[in-house]
């Protein structure tokens, strides 16, 4: 799946999520947002991924997205991550700082 099609699914339903309680290690991620970003992510990446049964799907979708997930937690600072998150007009490099970060994952699928 091309990071591109990936963002094009996951930022607009990332921009949209409410805040929320989350039970996490230590994280730059706003409480609520990275559970709200993998379940969002993974439903528009399930729609990219070839796979032999829903199950599969799923599980490919969630991997790729808890690891963008990670990057950006590790590349974002909790501010940035949060105007990501709940602002549809944020700035184009933090835009591009995010995607940069996720370019590495790519699950490898069997």
Known sequence: ????????FAIPFALLLPLGAQAAAPS??????RDNFIKDC???ARQNIKAKN???RDTIAKQHC?????KINAELS???INQLMTN???KVELQN????AISSCKVVQK
């Not at 799946?1 to 094009?8: D, H, S, Y």
């Not at 730059?28 to 947002?33: E, F, L, M, S, V």
Request: proline residues 3%; contains cysteine; charged residues 35%.
């Open 1 to 8: 799946m091309r990071l591109k099609q990936f963002f094009a």
């Open 28 to 33: 730059n991620w706003p409480a609520g947002q």
């Open 42 to 44: 993974s439903a528009g």
């Open 54 to 56: 829903e199950k599969e």
């Open 66 to 70: 808890e690891c963008g997930a990670d």
């Open 78 to 80: 909790s501010d940035e």
């Open 88 to 90: 549809r007009d944020a």
């Open 97 to 100: 700082k995010a995607i940069a």
